[in-house]
């Protein structure tokens, strides 16, 4: 099995944008690169991006794992826990998180899921 490169997350390619469907502020958009997808399906790996506003988000049966690569956001947890990422933050997500993305300049990261 060969391993896979992206060779610079921050200039990818990604897929056309769309409309983000968990928006609630700003009429965000997404797009995104999926790099791997492993071959029972529950863990993929890849790049993603979206604009500015707000968006609501549940990780409802899977880890995610995320590297922010540029932009910032402040992440609200449904605890009330509040958490600013840029550039270089490293963001665990585990099975049962929801909470709010805040993103003040669009975001782009690389991330890692798997489902349970």
């Known amino acids: 099995m060969q391993s896979i ?3 610079d997350a921050v200039m990818a390619e990604l897929g056309p ?4 469907p968990t928006s609630i502020a700003g009429e965000q958009r997404e797009a995104s690169l999926t790099a791997w997808t492993s071959a029972d399906g529950k863990t ?10 707000t968006f609501t988000a549940i990780r409802d049966g899977y880890h995610e794992v995320c590297q922010i690569l540029s932009g910032r956001a402040t992440i609200v947890g449904s605890d009330g826990t509040i958490q600013e990422v840029g550039p270089g933050s ?4 585990p099975e049962g998180w929801q909470g709010e993305w805040h993103v003040h ?4 990261k690389t991330y890692v899921t798997t489902r349970l």
């Open 44 to 53: 993929r790996a890849g790049v993603w991006e979206c604009t500015p506003g």
């Open 90 to 93: 490293t963001l665990v997500m």
């Open 105 to 108: 300049e669009t975001v782009r």
């Open 17 to 20: 944008y769309a409309p983000k």
């Open 5 to 7: 490169v992206v060779p």
